[in-house]
Each structure stands twice: as structure tokens, then as C-alpha cells.
């Protein structure tokens, strides 16, 4: 079945440590976006990527980075930078600028 | 600027009729969408709406668009608690991206 795979689902990082998150879709969507949801509040945009090996900041990629070395894959890694890095992270994927989104189930980070 | 907005939480009885308002202001968002995400989910789309409909019916939902007021409303028939939820209104905007809200949580008491 087609769909997009976020992993893991739970994550613990310690302060000053890098992680990354996966996301995966297998849709030949174009593109693939970064979403984080703080509880209570809606979705902020992290970076998005329109096209392989190209991506753009959204309203908050300070402290996080990525990368789009192939069409499926578009991994987030959260920095040590990122002040306030505990929230529950979304990917999501369209067919370019047309067409609704696909979502991934999500990865909630914890720092402990 | 782009910004979509909706009430943040409705409570209905099992049974009743739930509507969920939206405003957005990009007169140029060719279609509007309405996501559902369950607790420690992702999100799941509903249904959503081109721009020159006024309504879409989809089993017990019904999606209306008033243009001229930018407004986008949701309406559940018959509301279950399994539609207990988070619900998203989202349009796009000129560069392809989608603008969401902050969110309506629906709470169903049996």
C-alpha cells in the first residue's frame, strides 16, 4: 500500500544532542513537508521541499535542518540549537503544488 | 498576509448535528480542506472543496463555502463519539502550500 512512514514514533534525546527523524513516502509525491505541533496549537512549518535536492525555510526552521537526496526520502534533524525541541513532528507529502496533503502518523520528541 | 482561523473547541451531544466554522482571507485559494487528527495521530483528510462550489455532501458531512464572506463550515450529521477529534480547516494559498488553522477540538458526550 502507498503511504508515508515517519519513524520512530517516540523519541528521547538528551540537551546538546542531534537527532533525526524519518520520513518516508512511497506515493511519487513531489513534495514532502515538515510540520510541528505543539499541544494545544496548530501546525507551524518547519521546511518543505518542492522538488529533490531543493528546499525552502518555513516560519520556524531555526535550530532544525534537512535534506532531499531522493524523491521519498526527506529527513529533519533537530539541533542542539533548537532551544525548545520537545513537540510532536509531521511529515506530509503532496503531488507538487496541487492536490491535498498525505500525513504521516508522527514522531513526538521528548529532551530529557 | 495568508491566515485561516477557527474556533478552538465545540462540545455536542451524541446524535446532534456538530458544526465546525472556519474564515480564511486568500480570495484567490482555489480549494479548501478539511483534515480530522485523532490524539497521537497524524493527520486524516476529511473531504474538501473547489473554489466555484458552494457545497459538497459526503455521507454525514456537508462542506459549505460562502466566497463573498470567506467562510468554510463543516457540519457532521449525527455526530458519534468516534468523531471525538482535532478538526483542521486548511486552504491553499497562491504558492501551493497549504494555510492551516489552529485547529477545532469536538468533544461528544454520550
Known amino acids: 500500500d502507498g503511504g508515508i512512514t515517519q519513524s520512530p514514533k517516540y523519541l528521547f534525546r538528551k540537551e546538546g544532542q542531534n537527532v533525526t527523524l524519518s520520513c518516508e513516502q512511497n506515493l511519487n509525491h513531489d513534495a514532502m513537508y515538515w510540520y510541528r505541533q505543539d499541544p494545544g496549537q496548530g501546525l507551524r512549518l518547519i521546511y518543505y521541499?518542492?522538488?529533490?535536492?531543493?528546499?525552502q525555510k518555513g516560519d520556524i526552521a531555526e535550530g532544525y535542518s534537512v535534506s532531499r537526496e531522493k524523491k521519498e526520502s526527506f529527513p529533519l534533524t533537530v539541533t542542539s540549537a533548537q532551544k525548545n525541541p520537545t513537540a510532536f513532528y509531521l511529515c506530509?507529502?503532496?503531488?507538487?503544488?496541487?492536490?491535498?496533503?498525505?500525513f504521516g502518523s508522527g514522531t513526538r520528541l521528548t529532551v530529557v | 498576509g495568508e491566515d485561516v482561523e477557527q474556533s478552538l473547541f465545540l462540545s455536542v451531544r451524541e446524535g446532534d448535528s456538530s458544526v465546525i466554522n472556519c474564515t480564511y482571507t486568500?480570495?484567490?485559494?482555489?480549494?479548501l480542506y478539511w483534515y480530522k487528527q485523532e490524539p497521537g495521530a497524524g493527520l486524516q483528510l476529511l473531504t474538501y472543496i473547489f473554489s466555484n462550489m458552494d457545497m459538497k455532501q459526503d455521507q454525514r458531512l456537508t462542506v459549505l463555502l460562502n466566497k463573498k464572506d470567506k467562510h468554510l463550515s463543516l457540519r457532521i450529521a449525527d455526530t458519534q463519539t468516534g468523531d471525538s477529534a482535532i478538526y483542521f480547516c486548511?486552504?491553499?494559498?497562491?504558492?501551493?502550500?497549504?494555510?492551516f488553522g489552529q485547529g477545532t477540538t469536538l468533544q461528544v458526550k454520550p
Open positions: 506530509a507529502s503532496s503531488f507538487g503544488t496541487s492536490g491535498g496533503y498525505t
Open positions: 486568500d480570495s484567490s485559494s482555489t480549494y
Open positions: 486548511a486552504e491553499r494559498s497562491n504558492t501551493g502550500k497549504l494555510i
Open positions: 521541499s518542492q522538488i529533490v535536492n531543493d528546499f
